[in-house]
Nanobody, 116 residues
Framework: QVQLVESGGGLVQPGGSLTLSCAAS????????MSWYRQAPGKERELVAG????????NYPDYVKGRFTISRDNAKNMVYLRMNSLQPEDTAVYSC?????????WGQGTQVTVSS
């Protein structure tokens, strides 16, 4: 069955870095555009980064531009999110998303907490 499993979240101090990973299985990964979203308590889910099937990166939203980098490895069915200069406002559950035509899959998410 389709699975997206995120890992790499945790507690980090302000200014620190984390790399999130998303392992995909159960579908033809290379056909799917991949994205990372996040949702903080009491807030709506928001897009963090997106990458096309061929590795083209979509424009990052201003709130992560210059700090976050998305990448993918089609040979390993993996997508990554490198997060630098983390701030308390980056605290959220981060989820990966796979999209192709009308198919849309979500992972369970991984918690990222930025706090001193």
């Amino acid at each position: 069955q389709v699975q997206l499993v995120e890992s790499g979240g945790g507690l980090v101090q302000p200014g620190g870095s984390l790399t999130l990973s998303c392992a995909a299985s159960g579908f033809t990964f290379s056909r799917y555009a991949m994205s990372w979203y996040r949702q903080a308590p009491g807030k709506e889910r928001e897009l963090v980064a997106g990458i096309t099937t061929g590795g083209g990166v979509l424009n990052y939203p201003d709130y992560v531009k210059g700090r976050f980098t998305i990448s993918r490895d089609n040979a390993k069915n993996m997508v990554y999110l490198r997060m630098n200069s983390l701030q308390p406002e980056d605290t959220a559950v981060y989820s990966c998303n796979a999209r192709y035509s009308l198919e849309n899959y979500w992972g369970q998410g991984t918690q990222v907490t930025v706090s001193s």
